[in-house]
């Protein structure tokens, strides 16, 4: 194993494992701004604000995951292999998620780009494609990730899916409970 194909890999992994930590931070930051209780303890503006930092990072280090296995001399991707889903030469399907939850993501940061032309109920309902994401990279990082059975990614992994499923029934649960 070259010194160049270390380096890649290492990119790569920390990139993905990054840009999923970061994810999941949106989402749960996003959670938070849908709960109006927590409007008492942090300012809306400074959630919102950072809210969408994460969601720029995030979309930073999807580049660099994918840049690195550009470059990788192991095994490299083609762009369009990054682009395209099912065409990767490593665990097509597994690859896939990542993609399509890349692709959605991308998608998104143009409906919040475009919000103000755009109606709030389209935005609103677009917005939860968010959970889409997060499970389809969740789903890539268990399927594609190199590390993806070691304890401390199962940690991760695990870790991260409690709390976003915590936040998600804590949203459920009060907006039940005050339609009703």
Request: hydrophobic share 50%; glycine share 10%; charged share 10%.
């Amino acid at each position: 194993v070259g010194s160049t194909r270390g380096v890649t890999w290492y990119i790569a992994r920390a990139g993905g494992t990054l840009a999923y930590l970061l994810l999941t931070s949106s989402v749960v930051v996003g959670l938070l701004l849908s709960n109006k209780a927590q409007g008492k303890r942090w300012p809306r503006f400074a959630l919102e604000d950072v809210h969408r930092f994460l969601g720029l990072l995030t979309g930073v280090f999807i580049v660099i995951h994918g840049g690195a296995l550009l470059v990788d001399g192991y095994l490299p991707f083609s762009l369009g292999q990054l682009l395209v889903p099912g065409t990767a030469p490593y665990r097509p399907l597994a690859v896939s998620s990542g993609l399509v939850s890349a692709e959605l993501l991308a998608a998104l940061a143009l409906t919040n780009r475009l919000r103000a032309s755009l109606s709030y109920d389209f935005w609103r309902r677009a917005h939860y494609l968010n959970f889409a994401v997060w499970v389809l990279a969740l789903v890539h990082g268990l399927t594609a990730g190199t590390d993806a059975f070691t304890a401390w990614d199962l940690a991760l992994y695990g870790g991260s899916a409690w709390a976003v499923l915590a936040l998600t029934v804590h949203r459920a649960t009060t907006r039940l409970a005050t339609a009703s």
